[in-house]
């Protein structure tokens, strides 16, 4: 119903740093959980993170921990992916994720979203 668009990607160098952005068409506190999800060719698509938006609470996948962080901003219905110490592995197409209903414990699972921006390539160069 919604749609989400993210922004931020980029070439950078391992050791390197982005800000991904993903806006929502309305009211971005409708969602129960908004997050990011990655896709390297040839891969599966892989959980990185979420926030559940009424509570903050927040999720990163042990692939990134201590690297990255997500955040919102309620006021501009937006959520955030700050990606530091960039490494060549983390190198993929970054979606925006979005769901109305989902149950807590099904956050990681990519089909349980409803909700999907287009995607923004994040490229590590070594």
């Known amino acids: 119903q919604g749609h989400l668009v993210e922004s931020g990607g980029g070439l950078v160098q391992a050791g390197g740093s982005l800000t991904l952005s993903c806006g929502t068409s309305g009211r971005a506190s409708s969602y129960f959980v908004m997050g990011w999800f990655r896709q390297a060719p040839g891969k599966e698509r892989e959980f990185v993170a979420s926030?559940?938006?009424?509570?903050?609470?927040?999720y990163v996948s042990d692939s990134v921990k201590g690297r990255f962080t997500i955040s919102k901003n309620d006021a501009r219905n937006a959520v955030f992916l700050q990606m530091n110490t960039l490494r060549p592995e983390d190198t993929g197409v970054y979606y925006c994720?979005?769901?109305?209903?989902?149950?807590?414990?099904?956050?990681?699972?990519?089909?349980?979203?409803?909700?999907w921006g287009l995607g923004t390539q994040v490229t590590v160069s070594s």
């Open positions: 926030i559940q938006w009424r509570s903050g609470s927040t």
């Open positions: 994720a979005a769901d109305r209903t989902i149950s807590s414990s099904n956050l990681f699972d990519a089909r349980r979203y409803g909700d």
